[in-house]
């Protein structure tokens, strides 16, 4: 009964126009993001010239895939948190705004159940958008500028590094999955306050909210020693495939906090929902 | 089928439902009534499992729906006042949605309930193109798809036109008949009530002032309309043979105990009174209703 009542939430959101726009804008983006790259001259000589200061060949990095890093990038800070905030908030305070949802617990199904089914549904959203996100990058951008290595610029993290073509793609792939996880928390984090008697906008809100403020104290210089105790540090953490050598063990306990604020905040949700009223 | 005990429902400081007790038996067509913030939605909503009661105990066919939820709802079917869908999915994956919450239901099922609500042909349409009454339609279908032994109707003539209301008047009628269901119907529409319901309750500021058949909501008629040459001779005639026992309004008389019609025109017809009309006043469920909001 799960996969079908699974199936049936998937029905329900790729049902609607607006899950589409995600996948839409992310393209739109991409291609403005390079085709500027690749008609202005500024960005390119600027990323030139911070290679052959590194004493690296420009012409061999200036490549597909460091495009499409640079693109990736931006849309996973910027983006990225909108649509799976938008999609999460939905899932349970637009049913209740519709009215549906009072049709739906008129059956047997438990509250926890139905919590976890959507929750379930919007994981699968979550890595399929990344999944575009990357696909779709990558394609445009190797359209655009020649395959060559990766040079992979992310100064706000202080990673600052090049890796031939094969070590590049699989570094791009990695990066490009696990950033499904930082998707997955900001869809967990609006469903958890959709769970409650608020507008679906307001669920969408209050979880970007929520990390931009743990993103700016992080960002606070004062603040950078306790950088580990906010969430945004561990969502930030498939940057790190980018650096080299990858610090696997580092990745693998912001993945065990990741899990650890994922359950959660599920947890809370699905108390949340149980506990409320359900009225017209 | 519906069982409430001393249901208590507090919304922090306000009292919806005050303490209520309300038993629907199997096979009834149960008319629940009352003004706008009387407490019914809020007493559907916890026989429903989707309001939590703050007090008191809620049963469906023997199960307590706060304990057993799965058992209590298995075959209950709802519809509530304005039917809200997925407007962009056909009525037919709506209904394979919504059945899926309840049991896995084979698609012979879902075009059975299709068919006995008149959607066949329409079904693959998408939601968004539906009237209002399709969408009642399609409601009822929902309700049907888990083949409910009772059904609850909360404002379901809310927004139709008379024909819609016609529609639904007929079709409860059917379910009645031709699925032998409980229903239970909450409806400001007192007429569509009176012609439906074998049994109503009235809650009046959360409380239940009212529960019994039709015929105690409905006295035996004590005035009599009366039109004649001249009310006033009439009824001193009348009142001369004790027939009657109060007149009001130059229209009506209250007969003697006892006393039929065609005494009162036998009477008046020897007294030279010429009769026009005589008609006993039934009371309706609107003066019972009203009577009841005035205590």
């Keep these: ?280 | 089928m519906i069982e409430l005990r001393h249901v208590t429902k507090k919304f922090g400081a306000g009292l919806a439902v005050d303490d209520v007790s309300l038993t629907v038996p199997p096979g009834e067509i149960f008319g629940l009534l009352g003004h706008n913030g009387a407490g019914k939605s809020t007493a559907i909503g916890m026989m429903l499992g989707q309001v939590w009661p703050t007090a008191g105990e809620v049963k469906l066919r023997g199960y307590d729906v706060t304990q057993n939820r799965r058992d209590a709802l298995q075959a209950v079917g709802a519809i509530f006042e304005a039917p809200v869908f997925y407007n962009e999915l056909s009525a037919r994956r709506n209904l394979d949605i919504l059945s899926a919450y309840t049991a896995r239901t084979p698609a012979r099922r879902i075009d059975e309930v299709i068919d006995w609500v008149g959607l066949t042909g329409r079904a693959q349409d998408k939601v968004r193109t539906y009237s209002h009454g399709m969408r009642a339609r399609l409601a009822l279908a929902q309700a049907l798809l888990p083949q409910p032994e009772l059904l609850i109707l909360d404002e379901p003539g809310d927004g139709l036109d008379p024909e819609g209301i016609h529609e639904m008047r007929q079709t409860i009628l059917r379910l009645r008949r031709e699925l032998g269901l409980t229903i239970l119907l909450s409806s400001h529409l007192l007429a569509e009530v009176e012609l439906v319901c074998t049994q109503i309750a009235v809650m009046s500021r959360g409380r239940k002032v009212f529960q019994g058949s039709l015929a105690e909501a409905r006295p035996a008629a004590d005035w009599v309309r009366l039109r004649t040459q001249n009310f006033a001779e009439s009824t001193r005639v009348l009142r001369a043979a004790q027939l009657i026992t109060a007149e009001r309004d130059g229209s009506h008389v209250r007969p003697a105990p006892e006393i039929p019609t065609d005494q009162i025109v036998a009477c008046l017809v020897a007294g030279g009174q010429r009769v026009f009309e005589i008609t006993r006043e039934e009371p309706t469920l609107e003066s019972f209703y009203l009577d009841l909001m005035k205590k």
Excluded at chain 1, 190 to 207: D, E, G, H, R, V
């Design chain 1, 1 to 280: 009964m799960i996969w079908l009542q699974l199936r049936n939430e998937l029905w329900k959101m790729f049902g609607k126009k607006r899950t589409y726009i995600g996948f839409g804008m992310f393209l739109l983006a991409q291609v403005c993001i390079l085709f500027l790259l690749r008609y202005l001259h500024g960005p390119r000589r600027e990323m030139a010239h911070r290679l052959e200061l590194l004493g690296y060949a420009p012409e061999q990095f200036m490549s597909g895939l460091t495009m499409a890093g640079a693109t990736l990038i931006p849309m996973a800070f910027f983006l990225l948190p909108l649509y799976a905030a938008l999609v999460g908030g939905d899932l349970l305070a637009k049913e209740s705004e519709e009215g549906t949802l009072r049709m739906i617990l008129a059956r047997p199904i438990s509250r926890l159940r139905l919590v976890w089914v959507k929750w379930l549904a919007g994981v699968l959203f979550a890595f399929l958008l990344v999944l575009v996100l990357g696909l779709s990058g990558a394609a445009v951008a190797c359209s655009l500028f020649p395959s060559g290595g990766l040079f992979a610029l992310i100064p706000q993290e202080g990673i600052f590094s090049v890796f031939g073509a094969e070590t590049g793609w699989e570094k791009y792939a990695v990066a490009t999955f696990i950033l499904g996880g930082k998707a997955v928390t900001i869809m967990g984090l609006a469903l958890m306050f959709s769970c409650f008697n608020i507008k679906p906008a307001a669920a969408t809100i209050l979880a970007l909210s929520f990390l931009l403020i743990s993103d700016i104290i992080r960002q606070i210089p004062y603040f950078h020693d306790l950088q580990h105790w906010f969430i945004t540090y561990h969502t930030d953490y498939w940057l790190r495939v980018f650096i080299d050598p990858t610090p696997w063990p580092d990745i693998a306990a912001s993945v065990c906090i990741l899990l650890g604020f994922n359950a959660t905040i599920l947890i809370v949700g699905c108390v949340g929902f149980q506990m409320r009223d359900i009225k017209s």
